[in-house]
């Protein structure tokens, strides 16, 4: 029998196969708002050029927003899926199928980036440690890791209520 940690990515490799265009069509575009606060809370102290990792890339948009702003960007991420559109949205961008606790990359990167509540899919406190070793072993010594997570005590307290999005030939609810 697999660990826990391999059937979770694989199971997390299906399910956002599954729905990868859709996400692409629908959330992709909440990386444009993004980049005024990565450089707020740290991307302006990274020097131009410099490598750059988005860890649990999806589709690619945060990595193309970070490559016309002149940075050197690999994605990572365990969907395939996710991945094909990350190409076709970054063409210029490297990506990697990896999962995020168990990625071994050079340590040539002066960021890390994992946005959009990426992390909250890692469900337990040994398998987070195991996304920040692999980070660290990543970073160039002294650079940043910038990352989020929801905790159940926020969630709770803002989520309000579903949301749906209807098309002609599809509907999504959550």
Known sequence: MKP???LTAVKLDSEYDRFAW????????????????LKEIGLDHVPSR????DLCCGTGQLAQILHENGYQVT??????????????NAPNCEFIVEDARS???????????????????????????????S???????????LFDLNMEK????????SFGIVEEDYACVI
Do not use: C
């Open 4 to 6: 826990s940690s391999e």
């Open 22 to 37: 859709l996400y692409n069509k629908h959330w992709g575009h909440f990386a444009e708002d993004l980049l005024p606060l």
């Open 50 to 53: 410099a490598r750059v990792l």
């Open 75 to 88: 994605g990572v991420d365990v969907s395939k899926k996710m991945l094909k559109f990350a190409r076709e």
């Open 103 to 133: 990625f071994k990359l050079p340590s040539s990167y002066h960021a890390v980036f994992s946005t959009y509540d990426s992390l909250n899919h890692i469900m337990s406190l040994d398998e987070l440690k195991q996304v920040f070793r």
């Open 135 to 145: 980070v660290f072993s990543t970073l160039q010594a002294g650079w940043i890791f």
């Open 154 to 161: 926020g969630y709770k307290a803002r989520w309000q209520s």
